[in-house]
């Protein structure tokens, strides 16, 4: 507010004042952030220690880390033969909503089907998702489904 009235002057009248003085605390806010993170950033410059000989900077080794890698790897296979393991109602609901990332009611459209018969078949394919990804069932991922007929959890 301060410096909104000591800059009264530069008001232009070209908006409303309102939205000028919103525009000045939002900058001040936005300065204050930057002023507060300025210690986080250090500057890339050569380091000597106390007797003068230079220390190269450490940086994070940005290549990629071959067990990280495999492991990724590992856990896309697991999940698409756990995909794969569903039934195909499920997994079109599944890959629709969860992996296209469409809302309910457009992957009730896509696939002719009730938004109730989306939310339900959505949760039974992500249970029988967990099922099978559990770190208990391992690579047995042809293994029976807590879902066979008749123990079903609803």
């Known amino acids: 507010m301060l410096k909104a009235f000591k800059h009264i002057r530069q008001f232009r009248a070209e908006a409303r004042f309102s939205t000028w003085l919103i525009q000045i605390s939002v900058n001040e806010a936005r300065m204050r952030?930057?002023?507060?993170?300025?210690?986080?950033?250090?500057?890339?410059?050569?380091?000597e220690d106390e007797e003068g000989n230079y220390t190269p900077r450490d940086f994070a080794d940005w290549r990629e880390i071959p067990s990280e890698t495999l492991e990724r790897k590992e856990v896309r296979q697991l999940l698409s033969e756990a995909l794969d393991?569903?039934?195909?109602?499920?997994?079109?609901?599944?890959?629709?909503?969860?992996?296209?990332?469409?809302?309910?009611?457009?992957t009730a459209r896509a696939l002719r089907i009730s938004t109730a018969s989306v939310k339900t078949?959505?949760?039974r394919a992500r249970l029988m998702l967990r099922d099978l990804l559990a770190p208990g069932l391992g690579s047995n991922l042809n293994s029976k489904l807590?879902?066979?007929?008749?123990?079903?959890?609803?």
């Not at 393991?85 to 457009?106: A, N, P, T």
């Not at 807590?146 to 959890?153: C, H, L, Q, R, V």
């Open 121 to 123: 078949r959505l949760l």
């Open 146 to 154: 807590s879902f066979a007929k008749g123990t079903k959890p609803w």
């Open 85 to 106: 393991s569903l039934g195909e109602k499920y997994r079109e609901v599944f890959v629709l909503r969860d992996m296209q990332h469409l809302s309910i009611e457009e």
């Open 33 to 47: 952030k930057r002023r507060e993170h300025a210690h986080v950033i250090e500057p890339i410059v050569d380091h």
